[in-house]
C-alpha cells in the first residue's frame, strides 16, 4: 500500500524536476493521441451518418418486407385484404415495430396556388423504424389517424411556404383529396441537405384514405415493412411468409425478405474504414511512443547516480522498476487528457462536422469509446515507453553508481 | 565492545575482482570486524587500500568473495536481494564523502526521501519526522532551500538528516568531511558523533584524517586489504600535517 502510494508521491516529483524533458515527450503524445482519438472520433460520426442514412432509405436491422402478386396476372391483392392479413400475423408473432408505406402527391393551398407535395404515406411505426428527425414538434401518435383534420408532418420548405407557423398554435393547411381537407401541422422535419426548397411531407395511411378519392384509395399498392430482432428475423421470415400465404389463398405468391443494409454488406459495411482508421491511428501512437521510450532512456540514464542513491536508502529493485515505469505511465496518461481534450475540440467543431459529414442531422456526442480508447492507449504507450528504461534502472549497479 | 548480540560481524571477508587479461585483484584480504549498537569505529586507510569496497559490504550493497557477514545475527549471503534492500533501508544510514544530495528537490524533500521506502507511521508522517530531522540538525530554517543553494556544511547536515530519518542501528560515513575545510568538518563531524551517538546507532566513520578518526572509541586501519585495530595514540601520533596514513 505505502509502496505504490510511494511510488506515486515519487514519480510525480520526478515529472516535476524534469519539467522540460517531459514536456517535449509528451507534447509528442498528446499530438498522438489527439490524432488518433480525432481519427476514431469522426470516425465514429461518419459510421452515424452513413448508418443513418442507410436506415433511412432502408430501415433498421432487421427490416422485413412483405409482397404478394398473382404469378398469372403480376396483380397485387388489394390493399385493404392484405393490410388485415398483415396485421393478424405480426400480431401473431408479437412484432411491435410494423408499417406501411408508399409514395404520393397531395395537393396543398398555399397562398401562391395549389402545389402538389411528394408525401411519404406511413403508419405512425415509420417514424421509429426509420429514425424520421424532427427540427420542430412531434413525430406521429397513436390516435392520430383517428383526427377528423389529419395530423401532417412537414419538411422545412413547406413550413416556410406557410409562413413559419408556431406548432404551439395548431397550425392548420387546406389540403386537396375528394374535396378540400383542413390538416393540422404537428411537426416539422429539416430539409435534406441534397433536397433543399423542395417540399415534402409525411401523413398517415388511415388519414389519406379518409380524405383519397375512390380511384387513388383503389390503385394504392404500399410497402409493409416489419422490424424485428436480427437474432429471430430468419425464423420469421419464414413463419410470415407461410401465415400470409395462408391468409391470402394459395394463388398468391407472397414474399418476405430482409431489405436493411446489413443483409446486402455482410456484417459490417464500414469495416474498410474501421480498419483504415485503426491503422493509420496505431500508426501515429508508435510514432509517439518512440518518441517517449527515447526521451526516458535519456533521462535515465542520466539519473543512474540518482538511482544509485535512492537503492542506497532502501529502495529495492521493484521499487525502483515501479517508479520509473509510473512516471512514463502517469506522464503519457496526463498527455493523454490532453490530446483527449483537443479530439473533442477539433471533432466537435462545426466546420469539421460538416466536412466529413454533410448532411448528418442529428451529430452525435463526442464518442464515449473514442475518449476512452485515446486515454487507454495513452496509457499503455506509457506503460510500453516505461518498460525499457525501467529495466535499466533496475539493472544500475548501486556500487558503481554511486562511486564518485 | 559490549553487548551480547553484535549488530555486525565479518569473519574473514575477502574481496576480489576478476580483472580482463590480469591477475584477479585482490582488495580485501580475510577481513575480521566486529560491531555492536552503540560502537564508534574509525577505520583509516590511504586511498586505493579499499575503504569503500569495504563500505560496500558493511551496507550490504555487496557480497563478499570469501568469508561471512552477519547482519543482526543473519547471514546476509541467505538474505534474498529484496530483503538485503529493506534490511538497508531500515537499519542503515549512509553518509557520503560527496554528499549526494538529490539534485532539483529541497533540503526537505532529500531528507523525506528514505522514507519514501518505509511503511505505516513512518510513510505517512514522512514530512513532520524529516523536519524534526533537520531542526536536529539546526537546518529548520534551510528547509525549502535546494542543495545548490547550500554550503558544504549545509549539505552535509542536510545528509546527515537523511541518514537518520529512519533511525538506522548502523550508520555508515564515508569520508564525510573529505570536501569540508577543516573547521566545517570538524563541526560538521561532531554532530555526527553526538546525533549517532544520542540516538544508539552504532557509528562507521571511513577516513583518510587522523583527527576525525580520533573522535571514535575503536581504531582500526586498512592497508592494502588488510584490516588491523590500532591504538589511539599510534593514530594521534600520525595525525601530523606531514603525515598521511
Ligand atoms: N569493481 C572494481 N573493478 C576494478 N577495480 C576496483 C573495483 N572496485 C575497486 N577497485 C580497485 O580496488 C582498490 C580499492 O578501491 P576502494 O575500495 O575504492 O579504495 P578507497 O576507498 O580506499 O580509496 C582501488 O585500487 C580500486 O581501483
Ligand atoms: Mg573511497
Given at each position: 500500500m505505502t509502496g505504490i502510494v510511494g511510488a506515486f508521491v515519487e514519480a510525480w516529483a520526478e515529472l516535476r524536476i524534469h519539467k522540460t524533458r517531459v514536456l517535449l515527450s509528451l507534447i509528442g503524445v498528446a499530438v498522438a493521441v489527439a490524432a488518433l482519438t480525432s481519427v476514431v472520433g469522426l470516425g465514429a460520426i461518419t459510421q452515424q451518418a452513413t448508418t443513418e442514412n442507410y436506415e433511412r432509405q432502408s430501415?433498421?436491422?432487421a427490416t422485413l418486407i412483405v409482397s404478394a402478386y398473382d404469378?398469372?396476372?403480376g396483380a397485387a391483392p388489394p390493399a385493404a385484404a392484405f393490410s388485415a392479413a398483415f396485421t393478424e400475423v405480426t400480431d401473431r408473432y408479437s412484432v411491435s415495430w410494423t408499417t406501411r408505406s408508399t409514395y404520393t402527391q397531395v395537393f396543398v393551398d398555399f397562398v401562391d396556388g395549389l402545389t402538389p407535395v411528394d408525401t411519404t404515406v406511413v403508419d405512425v411505426d415509420y417514424g421509429t423504424m426509420h429514425r424520421v428527425q424532427l427540427s420542430q414538434g412531434s413525430w406521429f401518435a397513436d390516435g392520430?389517424?383517428?383526427?377528423?383534420?389529419p395530423a401532417l408532418v412537414v419538411n422545412e420548405t413547406v413550413w416556410k411556404r406557410l409562413g413559419?407557423?408556431?406548432?404551439r398554435t395548431h397550425p392548420t393547411v387546406t389540403v386537396q383529396g375528394a374535396g378540400n381537407v383542413t390538416a393540422v401541422i404537428v411537426g416539422v422535419t429539416p430539409d435534406l441537405p441534397y433536397n433543399q426548397d423542395y417540399p415534402t411531407m409525411y401523413m398517415l395511411y388511415d388519414s389519406y384514405m379518409a380524405i383519397a378519392t375512390p380511384q387513388q384509395v383503389q390503385s394504392i399498392y404500399p410497402q409493409y415493412e416489419a422490424w424485428v430482432p436480427v437474432g429471430i428475423s430468419d425464423d420469421l421470415t419464414a413463419l410470415i411468409q407461410r401465415d400470409i400465404a395462408g391468409a391470402l389463398g394459395d394463388d398468391l405468391q407472397v414474399s418476405v425478405s430482409r431489405q436493411d443494409y446489413l443483409v446486402y454488406q455482410g456484417?459490417?459495411?464500414?469495416l474498410p474504414i474501421k480498419l483504415l482508421v485503426g491503422g493509420v491511428s496505431i500508426l501515429v501512437l508508435l510514432l509517439g511512443a518512440l518518441g517517449l521510450v527515447n526521451i526516458s532512456l535519456v533521462t535515465v540514464r542520466q539519473r543512474i547516480r540518482e538511482i544509485g542513491i535512492r537503492r542506497s536508502f532502501g529502495a529495492t529493485a521493484g521499487r525502483v522498476f515501479f517508479a520509473v515505469m509510473m512516471e512514463s505511465v502517469v506522464a503519457a496518461a496526463a498527455a493523454g487528457v490532453v490530446g483527449v481534450f483537443i479530439a473533442v475540440v477539433v471533432v466537435k467543431n462545426p466546420a469539421v462536422i460538416n466536412f466529413i459529414a454533410?448532411?448528418?442531422t442529428d451529430v452525435p456526442a463526442f464518442p464515449i469509446e473514442a475518449a476512452l480508447l485515446g486515454l487507454g492507449a495513452a496509457t499503455f504507450v506509457g506503460a510500453l515507453a516505461g518498460l525499457l528504461p525501467a529495466l535499466v534502472a533496475v539493472r544500475v549497479k548501486v556500487i558503481d553508481a554511486i562511486r564518485y | 565492545m559490549s553487548e551480547a548480540r553484535p549488530l555486525l560481524e565479518l569473519e574473514g571477508v575477502t574481496r576480489t575482482v576478476e580483472l580482463p587479461d590480469d591477475e584477479p585483484l585482490?582488495?580485501?584480504?580475510?577481513v575480521n570486524l566486529t560491531v555492536s549498537v552503540g560502537d564508534h569505529v574509525s577505520i583509516v586507510g590511504r586511498s586505493g587500500s579499499g575503504k569503500s569496497t569495504l563500505l560496500n559490504l558493511l551496507g550490504l550493497l555487496d557480497n563478499p568473495t570469501k568469508g561471512e557477514i552477519r547482519f543482526d545475527g543473519k547471514?546476509?549471503?541467505?538474505?534474498s536481494a529484496n530483503q538485503r534492500d529493506r534490511a538497508r533501508g531500515r537499519d542503515v544510514g549512509f553518509i557520503f564523502q560527496q554528499f549526494n544530495l538529490l539534485g532539483g528537490r529541497t533540503a526537505l524533500e532529500n531528507a523525506m526521501t528514505p522514507l519514501l521506502y518505509a511503511s505505516g507511521r513512518q510513510f505517512w508522517r514522512r514530512e513532520q519526522i524529516a523536519l524534526e530531522m533537520l531542526d536536529r540538525v539546526g537546518l529548520s530554517h534551510r528547509a525549502q532551500s535546494m542543495p545548490e543553494k547550500l554550503s558544504g556544511g549545509e549539505q552535509q547536515r542536510v545528509a546527515i538528516a537523511r541518514a537518520l530519518v529512519r533511525g538506522p542501528r548502523l550508520i555508515l560515513a564515508d569520508?564525510?568531511?573529505?570536501?569540508?575545510d577543516v573547521e566545517t568538518g570538524a563541526s560538521v563531524m561532531a554532530l555526527l558523533d553526538e546525533v549517532a551517538h544520542s540516538s544508539g546507532a552504532a557509528l562507521i566513520t571511513i577516513t583518510h584524517d587522523a583527527n576525525i578518526a580520533a573522535l571514535a572509541r575503536q581504531h582500526y586501519r586498512l592497508d592494502r586489504g588488510v584490516l588491523a585495530p590500532v591504538d589511539v595514540n599510534r593514530v594521534l601520533a600520525l595525525a601530523q600535517p606531514e603525515v598521511t596514513l
Open positions: 430501415g433498421r436491422p404469378p398469372v396476372t392520430d389517424e383517428e383526427r377528423l383534420a413559419s407557423p408556431d406548432l456484417e459490417d459495411p464500414l454533410a448532411g448528418i | 585482490h582488495i580485501l584480504r580475510g547471514r546476509i549471503a541467505d538474505m569520508e564525510p568531511t573529505g570536501a569540508l
